[in-house]
């Protein structure tokens, strides 16, 4: 279904689904329908339904047992592996808030997310136990080891298992998502029951077509809210079964899609160049993909089409954040996509356009900033009142992302208001940069940062990675994109590197590239 930005939620009619009051409500019914199908996968290690719905019922005993109330905070600080979901299900089912977090967080950034979110008890992974452990002693969080399928009965002595959700209402925090924090400390976006169980449900259905026969590539971190929603929470909606990879690798991931028979990947830009490079690709059976999905940050044209060639299957982009659970838009697959847009708005969900003073912007009428309402927008930022007025200062959830939308509703991101580069007055987009980088057949990552600049406030920089072996020099790159580019858009200066900074979902980080010291 095709929605029209200026249409409202009173005029669309979005599927009426009575929202579960309570997230594991779902695992609680597909383990009744589906007890004996397979639920979570990592290598030789497989959960049935029935036996992942068994392990989270006596986790959630567990937790009651150490004090665990419903409302109570439970952090979860694991990799990929069949405990997230276990434990994950187990904090939801006794009615516990989870609070997801990077395990590569350091102890002082640790005590943050404990000491703001309040939580009384952290699930964490054996080798991020020491960082983990120092802050809990400063905050008081209670610090329990997690092996592959949970924590042993001596780490979290067992309590009476909890088979059904703890009474919890539909508009009740079920997940505190720390965003990125590019401007300041991270905040806790509070995603209710009803925000995760709808966006989930709309993903599977609306955008993958996912039914039990599914077998979903689960390379996203579970900690991040597009592998907690559109894989873990969608595959428990229809009973899928999701193959876990503890970290990215593009040949583990490769190997994974031919043993297990994958017919949905989910990933980010960066995971699907990376497959694309890597040399098993020739020789890997890819035949079971179906579909493909991307999200996080912007696709290259070029990306899309090489990925769809090699892979035959249809990649889908679209688009989300922490606060909008997270999807918000996609390109559907009963349309034709539009390579470089992040699609339509989906059910439940409307999004517009407005400028600076707050007035919208028409579809062909230029560059807005996003704005997001529908029943996927967060409760607020936790224990933030000031901060979540200002962010949704009218129901409407300001998105910092700066975009155009066509008369058909498809909407094209240009770049987020924080990035814009000013050069000499006029607005310099990193993305439409970039894309013009990615088009070279020689470079593989790009990004495009303000360098400051005496003359013109602002120059245009940019950092490649070259591909291994190329004869390419920055000089050429300099001059392919000054041939490509408006004459105040090209990069005057451009440096190369063996990587580029990344975050935990492998999403180039801009804010973390930085232009050598000239001289």
């Known amino acids: ?107 002082n950034e640790v005590e943050y997310y404990f000491t703001d979110s309040g939580a009384k008890v952290a699930l964490v992974w ?58 300041g400390r991270p905040k806790g976006a509070e995603l209710t029951h009803r925000n995760l169980d709808l966006n989930s449900l709309r993903s599977a259905e609306t955008i993958m077509g996912m039914t039990t026969e599914d077998v979903i590539m689960g390379c996203l971190p579970l900690f991040h809210v597009f592998g907690l929603t559109c894989g873990l929470n969608a595959a428990t909606q229809v009973g899928a079964t999701l193959t876990l990879i503890p970290r990215f690798d593009p040949a583990k991931a490769l190997e994974v899609i031919e043993r297990d028979t994958v017919t949905i990947f989910e990933g980010v830009p960066t995971m699907y160049a990376a497959m694309l490079h890597n040399p098993a690709v020739e020789t890997t059976d890819k035949s079971s993909l179906r579909v493909c999905i991307s999200g996080g940050s912007a696709l290259p044209g070029d990306t899309l089409r090489a990925f769809e060639a090699t892979f035959g299957c249809r990649l889908l982009e679209g688009y989300g954040l922490s ?28 999004m517009k356009l407005i400028d600076v003073a707050g007035n919208d912007v028409p579809a062909g009428g230029g560059i807005g900033e996003i704005a997001i309402r529908g029943d996927n927008i967060m409760k607020g930022y936790w224990g933030k009142p000031e901060e979540t007025a200002t962010a949704i200062p009218d129901g409407w959830f300001r998105s910092g992302d700066l975009a ?53 406030g602002e120059e245009v920089g940019a950092a490649v990675v070259l591909r291994t072996g190329t004869e390419t020099t920055l000089a050429d790159v300099q001059a392919y994109v ?4 408006a004459a105040y858009k090209y990069p005057r200066r451009i440096w190369q590197l063996g990587e580029l ?19």
């Not at 991020?128 to 452990?133: D, I």
């Not at 900074?501 to 001289?519: D, S």
């Open 482 to 485: 000054k041939e490509n580019l």
């Open 323 to 350: 606060e909008t659970s997270p999807v918000a838009s996609f390109n559907l697959p009963d349309r034709a996509s539009k390579p470089g847009t992040i699609g339509v708005t989906i059910p439940g969900c409307e």
């Open 404 to 456: 155009t939308v066509d008369e058909e509703g498809f909407y094209t991101i240009v770049d987020r208001k924080k990035d814009m580069i000013i050069r000499g007055g006029m607005n310099v987009y990193p993305r439409e940069v970039e894309e013009v980088l990615y088009a070279h057949p020689d470079i593989l990552e790009a990004a495009v940062v303000g360098v400051p600049d005496e003359m013109m």
């Open 126 to 183: 054996e080798e991020f136990v020491p960082e983990a452990a120092k802050a809990g002693e400063r905050t008081g969080t209670r610090v329990v080891t997690s092996g592959v399928l949970g924590p042993s009965d001596e780490d979290l002595p067992p309590g009476t298992a909890i088979t059904e959700p703890t009474p919890r209402e539909a508009d009740d925090t079920a997940v505190i998502l720390y965003t990125s924090g590019t401007t």
């Open 1 to 107: 279904m095709s929605l029209h930005p200026r249409h409202h939620l009173h005029d669309i009619p979005f599927p009426q689904e009575a929202p579960l009051s309570h997230l594991a409500g779902n695992l609680v019914a597909t383990a009744a329908a589906h007890p004996d199908r397979t639920a979570i996968k990592l290598d030789d290690l497989s959960l049935t339904w029935s036996q992942l719905h068994e392990r989270a019922a006596r986790a959630a005993g567990a937790l009651r047992a150490a004090g665990v109330e419903p409302g109570d905070r439970v952090a979860l600080i694991l990799p990929n592996v069949p405990a997230y979901p276990v434990l994950y299900f187990g904090a939801l089912l006794a009615g516990a808030i989870v609070v997801p977090m990077n395990p590569l967080l350091k102890a």
């Open 501 to 519: 900074p990344k975050g935990p979902t492998g999403k180039i980080l801009r804010r973390e590239v930085h232009a050598p010291q000239e001289g």
